[in-house]
């Protein structure tokens, strides 16, 4: 695992590029190549990002490759998308690494709560470790359900946006996306 990214585009590369100028045939072809790009990384995403433990990690990463995409000559709405599709990964992480603190918050608290010794009263009712530890993975059960059930949601959203934005740009260039 590496802390640094790799830049996805050759600089040497772009400097006989004209980038004032570009047509549209420079627009589609790069626009094709960048929600195809985009495509891929979520495809790729889906599939590391099972693990209620490390969801946040690889959205997060995710999000970070698709916003360093190559930009140059690419639809200003698809670059919209991007934007959009980028702040509801965020979102997703976010929520995935609160609910995991909240998780294990809730869980210590519960573990911690009444009489460590065993069998005991506790503020409104009869303990036990078992108890306790039962109600420590509920919490963790809980708070898991509820970052699963947003990311389920961010998942919906970019799906539908992913279609719409998929069909406006091969109407708008005439062009499979």
């Not at 004209?18 to 990384?41: M, P």
Request: glycine share 6%; aromatic share 8%; net charge neutral.
């Amino acid at each position: 695992m590496s802390l640094m990214e790799i830049p996805t585009t050759k600089f040497s590369s772009l400097k006989d590029s004209q980038i004032e100028n570009s047509s549209q045939d420079d627009t589609s072809k790069n626009s094709v190549a960048y929600f195809k790009s985009i495509d891929s990384l979520l495809t790729d995403l889906r599939a590391k990002s099972k693990s209620a433990s490390s969801d946040a990690y690889w959205i997060d990463r995710y999000a970070g490759k698709i916003d360093n995409l190559p930009i140059l000559h690419v639809d200003d709405e698809l670059l919209e998308y991007e934007q959009n599709l980028s702040a509801t990964l965020r979102v997703m992480s976010g929520t995935r690494k609160m609910t995991n603190l909240q998780g294990g918050v809730a869980s210590r608290e519960n573990l911690s709560q009444g009489n460590n010794f065993g069998y005991g009263y506790d503020s409104y009712g009869y303990t036990t470790p078992k108890s306790r530890e039962n109600a420590a993975g509920n919490s963790r059960a809980n708070a898991a359900a509820s970052g699963t059930a947003t990311k389920s949601q961010g998942w919906n959203l970019i799906d539908d946006a992913t279609v719409k934005i998929r069909q406006e740009m091969t109407k708008r260039y005439s062009v499979e996306f």
